[in-house]
């Protein structure tokens, strides 16, 4: 059993994401109803409710809408809510960067990273 499927993230909904994302491609999922993606990933639209969804390649750009430094942590972190170029918004990290310099409105990129149970995970850092 991977860690994919020990944390229950292992779904017919999000293997694929999860699998992608762990050969370094972000995945986003697109409506074929209304056009819109949406995040996080499911098979259902939350706009429209239609269940013709589909994955796409995503940018793996963004802007930071809104972010926190958490400092009394044992070791700082960032976290912030980032706008996807195909337009919904996720909360992630912000990493590899100068706490201080982080801004609203900043153009960031995709970093994929590996936590040590093997997870992949989708953070950010500036462009």
Do not use: K
Request: aromatic content about 12%; glycine content about 8%.
């Amino acid at each position: 059993m991977d860690a994919i499927e020990a944390m229950g993230l292992h779904s017919p909904e999000n293997v694929e994401f999860w699998s992608a994302l762990r050969g370094g491609r972000f995945l986003v999922r697109r409506c074929a109803s209304c056009g819109e993606a949406h995040w996080y990933p499911r098979a259902v639209c939350p706009f429209c409710f239609s269940t013709d969804t589909r994955w796409e390649d995503g940018a793996g750009r963004g802007t930071i809408y809104s972010y926190t430094v958490m400092r009394r942590a044992a070791v700082p972190y960032a976290i912030a809510f980032v706008t996807l170029a195909e337009g919904p918004t996720m909360m992630t990290n912000i990493v590899d960067c100068d706490f201080d310099r982080i801004r609203i409105g900043q153009p960031v990129r995709l970093v994929v990273r590996e936590r040590a149970d093997g997870l992949p995970l989708p953070v950010f850092t500036p462009a």
